[in-house]
Structures are given as C-alpha cells and as structure tokens.
C-alpha cells in the first residue's frame, strides 16, 4: 500500500514538473520574418484611411473600428470586416474602399487583441471575441443585408460565428481563405512559415483548462513571422489563439451555418492549400460555393484588384443582388 501511494505521488510529482517546464520553456520561439507576407503591405497608400471609431463591449473596454460611408446614394446594405491573424483593421483598407464603392456601408474592425482594441495579444477568455462582436452589432446597427467578410484567421473566426448560436447578428457570410483547423487537409506545415507554435505549453495548458484551472490562459503560444518593426500583434495568447479560429470541431459549424455562404481562395495561396477547401466542406456535408482565383496568393486575395472585384461581385450574389462592375 505505502509503495502504491509513493508510486503515485512520484508520478504527480513527474506531472506537475513536466507541466512546469512546458509552461516555463515550452513557448514559441520567434520564426523568420515571412516577405510574402510582409512585404506587400509597405505599398499600401493608407493616406486617406478613416479614422479610427470606439464602441464599448459590454466589459466597459472601448474597442476600434473604422467605417467607410458608400459613395451610392442609395446603400446596398453593409459589410463588417475581420482582418488576418497578426494584423488589424489597416490591412482591410483596399477591400474596405472597393465595398464603399460598390454602395455597402464597410466596417474594418480591430478585434480586440490587436491595433486599437484592448491589450495586445490576449484576451480576457475564450468566447469573449463573440461578445464583442455581439456588442458591435448592438451598438452601430449595421444596414441589412449585412454580410460578416473575414480574411485567413478572421475568416476562422467568421466561420465559428456563422457555425454558433449568434449566426443570426448576419445575412450572410464570405470567407477569404480561411483558416479552417491543423487537422483539415488544407493546413500546411507551421501555415507555410507564418507561425510557430509553443506546443508543449499550448498542451499543458490545455490540459488545465480540463481540469478548470485557467490561469495561465495569458501565456503566448503562438508567435507569427511577422516584421515586429510594422507595429502588428506579434504573437497570441492560448486565449485569443483559440477564439479567433473555428471551434475544435469545424465540421459541425459547418453543418450548422443556416445562412448563405462563400468562399474565395486563391490558387496560389502559400498559407493553405487552395486545392483542399472543396474537400474540406464536402467531406463535413456542406455545399458552400467555393472560388478558386487565378493568379492570386494568400495576401493577393484582399489587395489584388482582381481579388477585390471578386469579392465585391461575391457578396453582391449573396445579397441576391445585381453584379456591376466597379
């Protein structure tokens, strides 16, 4: 008996060490600033860039957005924009301008976690990322139709929102290359350079959260290639890294969104597999439309202006509208 009750602590013991040092050491390490990434954002004439506007969450934390008023005299309702991973509402300047042309009232959020929203990097817990959006919807009232437009992780995120109990705060949904999950088949190896995960400390902590113990959920377990002089959001916290994504089952939002969807990918895409998004949605038993364009990699799809006219044309068929040209 004394020796199964010393096995047993030795093993806690074991454990709690293990667990330590993954906490402790086991946190992502800073990858190589990635150019495609980077580099074609520094062209990026933001000179006319509206300024920035608060709402406040229901946490009392004001959160930043932009808003881009539709050069139509008569809206086509609104669009509401999620930017990319690392990034925040100055990346969605050349989509955001294409949408208020085309007659949408365009929103450009900083989610918080990132720009002017809240504490770089981290959130309070995982599920707050919905609230807020909840809040914003509340607070600005967006014109109908409106459509929720999110671009690689915030595409993630649209999807877990178009998948969850408030799909309803949207019309309808379009997706520019999401992220989708690690274990879907259009996920390569570290995003194609653009992340590096802490996995021993992402596990432990993990792990934790089984056991209710969340209090090293503000510890960074992703770092992103980013270039850390653009004033970005270098890395995420466990909190925010499994918010701003589709929820661990993305099958089952995928069954669950009842609202009109698309997709749009480029073919050249270096961050997913472009070839396995129609996979993806079908294998989970959904009949989503899903564009693949020519000659447009990961970045392309929110600044090419072949990329943008067909984003534009996207949700203009989603509102069951009239396709013009721009």
Request: glycine residues 8%; proline residues 6%.
């Amino acid at each position: 008996m004394k020796f199964a009750i010393g096995l047993l602590l030795l093993i806690s013991v074991g454990l709690v060490g293990a667990t330590a040092l993954a906490l402790i050491f086991g946190g992502p390490s800073r990858p190589p600033t990635l150019e495609g990434i980077n580099a074609p954002f520094k062209a990026l004439d933001n000179s006319d860039l509206p300024a920035l506007s608060t709402y406040q969450a229901r946490d009392g934390t004001p959160l930043a957005f932009r808003r881009y008023a539709p050069s139509a005299d008569t809206s086509r309702g609104s669009v509401v924009l999620l930017h990319g991973s690392a990034a925040d509402s100055r990346s969605m300047h050349p989509l955001a301008q294409a949408f208020a042309s085309a007659g949408y009232t365009t929103y450009a959020l900083d989610i918080r976690g990132h720009g002017a929203s809240g504490t770089n990097g981290d959130i309070a817990y995982v599920g707050q990322l919905e609230d807020d959006l909840e809040d914003f919807v509340h607070a600005v009232d967006p014109v109908a139709p409106c459509t929720l437009v999110g671009f690689s992780s915030g595409g993630g995120f649209a999807l877990r929102m178009a998948g969850g109990q408030r799909q309803q705060l949207f019309s309808n949904y379009l997706l520019l290359s999401p992220f989708i999950s690690q274990e879907a088949s259009t996920y390569r190896v570290d995003s194609g350079g653009w992340t590096r995960v802490g996995l021993p400390r992402y596990i432990a902590i993990m792990l934790l959260n089984r056991f209710g113990i969340d209090a090293f959920n503000h510890l960074p377990v992703v770092r992103y290639a980013v270039d850390e002089s653009a004033d970005l959001t270098p890395a995420y916290s466990y909190n925010l890294a499994q918010n701003y994504r589709p929820k661990a089952d993305y099958r089952v939002a995928l069954r669950e969104t009842n609202h009109p969807m698309r997709v749009l990918v480029g073919e050249d895409d270096q961050i997913f597999r472009a070839d396995q998004f129609a996979t993806v949605f079908q294998n989970a038993g959904s009949d989503v439309a899903i564009d693949q364009l020519p000659d447009i990699d990961h970045i392309g799809l929110i600044l090419d202006p072949d990329a943008v006219d067909a984003a534009v044309a996207a949700i203009q068929a989603l509102n069951g509208q009239r396709v013009t040209d721009r």
